[in-house]
């Protein structure tokens, strides 16, 4: 079983040209939820988060894998209204003068749908020691309505025309299904370019009017898809510990490490999530049965597994 | 080539293909569809195509062929588009959608925006004429 937190940003700008623009992938996510979990996986899903609320949630559910959509440079990432998450110190964009939650990649999936990360993010997200990393290394076409938003085809009729405003982010999703499923790093990658083919395939043999644009939005993003980390790696699976020596010196029993207090803040912040948080109560948001239970019981075992050197929280 | 083995290629192709130029013969762009009639009726063109090899529509232009072949492709496809969609991507910092107009202007004036395009075009094309 693997912790799945799905970041559903709605909307890059606040005053978008395109209302809603994040929202046509989130809505894909959430299609999905309920599969995950049925197989045996715990969904947590944040609606519109800043990126305090992200961190949040990391800090909270220590998530073995992290899938969002944002509007994205080559060294940068973002989420709700452009909230800059995860850069990394480049020359290739003005505002990436410094690393940014690098930290919080350790040990981590990372499925990035955002523009053109995957050449330089992706590939320091890994050298940070996350375990695995897809996303885009040019741009993520897609198609969307001109004036009122139509995300999974709300509002449209026609079945093709709600097949075309889903079709690339049911690619892109295909990564997170198949890990899910069991699939390594790489099996899980072939199974999304499968589904862009697939797609390809389908469009291919339409004569809807559509059809070439939403062609031209998959090959774009097929051959944009970089996948990188440990291809063998699965999740909900532990790093295997490594073998003790069969020679040497025994070292002798090991003293267990102090147990560090939860702090109150913690428990209030379980408690009271609304006021700290800002947002629905995660019982109802995030899916999570007895969430308050549930989340002090993750605060303890945080504070016994708490790392000073790893994934510990970091200033704002 | 004779009708059947032009059929049994067109056969080959997608669909949404067939009425977009794709064979560049004597520096003009020809659909699928359009071979197939020239031949069927063996005039002009079609008498032409009728002494040389099949092989010959999978023929790749050369790059400056191929280069206009796809701005052909691209304008054609988009002019298609109903005008109730438009092309978006998540980008930082840059123009996000963009029009069906708007694309095809940049293909035109070749703008990074309107050389991604091309490039995937290309690919495209080569992987038709592959087939």
């Known amino acids: ?316 | 080539m004779n009708e059947e083995e032009v059929l049994n290629w067109i056969k080959k192709l997608p669909k949404s293909e067939l009425d977009i130029p794709l064979v560049v013969i004597d520096d003009r762009a020809y659909t699928p569809n359009e071979i197939l009639e020239m031949v069927r009726r063996k005039v002009g063109l079609g008498r032409r195509l009728l002494t040389l090899d099949v092989s010959a529509l999978k023929r790749v232009p050369a790059e400056p062929q191929l280069h206009e072949l796809a701005k052909i492709r691209l304008k054609k496809k988009l002019e298609k588009m109903p005008k109730k969609f438009v092309l978006a991507r998540y980008v930082l910092g840059k123009k996000e959608k963009y029009s069906a107009d708007e694309l095809i202007e940049e293909i035109e004036r070749e703008s990074p925006i309107g050389r991604e395009f091309i490039d995937t075009e290309k690919k495209i094309v080569r992987d038709l004429l592959s087939r």
């Open chain 1, 1 to 316: 079983m693997a912790r799945i937190l799905l970041l559903e940003t709605k909307q890059g700008l606040p005053e978008s040209e395109l209302p809603k623009d994040l929202e046509y992938s989130s809505c894909v996510a959430r299609e999905i939820a309920p599969t995950l979990r049925s197989l045996g996986h715990e969904v947590i899903e944040v609606q519109s988060p800043t990126v305090a609320d992200a961190i949040n949630a990391i800090n909270t559910y220590q998530p073995d894998v992290v899938w969002h959509a944002g509007h994205g440079q080559k060294c940068m990432t973002t989420l709700e209204h452009e909230d800059v998450w995860m850069t990394h110190k480049s020359s290739s964009y003005g505002e990436c003068n410094e690393d940014r939650y690098l930290e919080y990649a350790s040990n981590r999936f990372f499925s990035m749908l955002s523009c053109l990360a995957g050449s330089e993010l992706g590939p320091r997200l890994v050298a940070s020691g996350a375990t695995a990393f897809m996303g885009y290394k040019t741009s993520f076409w897609f198609v969307a309505c001109d004036y009122e938003p139509c995300t999974c085809g709300s509002g449209l009729d026609d079945p093709d025309e709600i097949r075309a405003v889903k079709s690339p982010m049911q690619c892109d999703i295909e990564w997170l299904r198949a890990l899910a499923e069991g699939k390594t790093v790489k099996e899980a990658y072939e199974r999304s370019q499968a589904k862009f083919q697939s797609e390809i395939e389908y469009w291919e043999n339409s004569t809807h009017p559509i059809a070439a644009t939403v062609l031209q939005c998959l090959h774009s993003d097929k051959e944009a898809q970089v996948v990188l980390g440990d291809m063998d790696a699965k999740i909900g699976v532990s790093a295997p510990t490594p073998t003790p020596p069969l020679t040497g010196t025994p070292t002798g029993t090991p003293t267990p490490a102090p147990a560090t207090p939860v702090p109150l803040s913690s428990v209030v912040e379980c408690i009271f999530p609304r006021i700290l948080a800002g947002m629905l109560t995660p019982r109802l948001d995030k899916g999570v049965i007895f969430y308050r239970v549930q989340c002090i019981i993750n605060k303890w075992g945080n504070a016994f597994n708490y790392n000073p050197s790893g994934q510990g929280r970091t200033s704002d």
